[in-house]
Nanobody, 126 residues
């Protein structure tokens, strides 16, 4: 499955931005889906994940209460709604797909995601 993240941009602190991830070449219903972010020179960081059916949603502590992940398997899309953005949220955001059958426990482990999209840059100014 091929993934493409889009929706990034330059925003001010305190505002909101929504990222989307579209999939082709396969149905995302077969995958747990996640969002990661990366600052150049640093490791990729887990942000949020959602289980195959959408019933399980998981967040990094740094974004809990501000970000919301959702999915629409019929439209083959995943969305990350980001509210109350902070300058430290500035990063390149990637969506990814994991076939793991223990996704409920390993959703935060980047190496277990088999498919990655090109990232989209989010810049939050203070």
């Amino acid at each position: 499955v091929q993934l493409q993240a889009f929706g990034g941009g330059l925003v001010q602190a305190g505002t909101s931005l929504g990222l989307s991830c579209s999939a082709s070449g396969g149905n995302i219903g077969a995958y747990g889906m996640g969002w990661f972010r990366q600052i150049p020179g640093k490791d990729r960081e887990f942000v949020a994940a959602i289980s195959f059916s959408g019933t399980g949603r998981y967040y990094a502590d740094s974004v809990k209460g501000r970000f919301t992940i959702s999915r629409d398997n019929a439209k083959n899309m995943v969305r990350l709604q980001m509210n109350s953005l902070k300058p430290e949220d500035t990063a390149i955001y990637f969506c990814a797909a994991s076939p793991s059958h223990s996704f409920w426990s390993d959703y935060h482990i980047a190496v277990l995601y088999e498919h990655w999209g090109l990232g989209t840059l989010v810049t939050v100014s203070s």
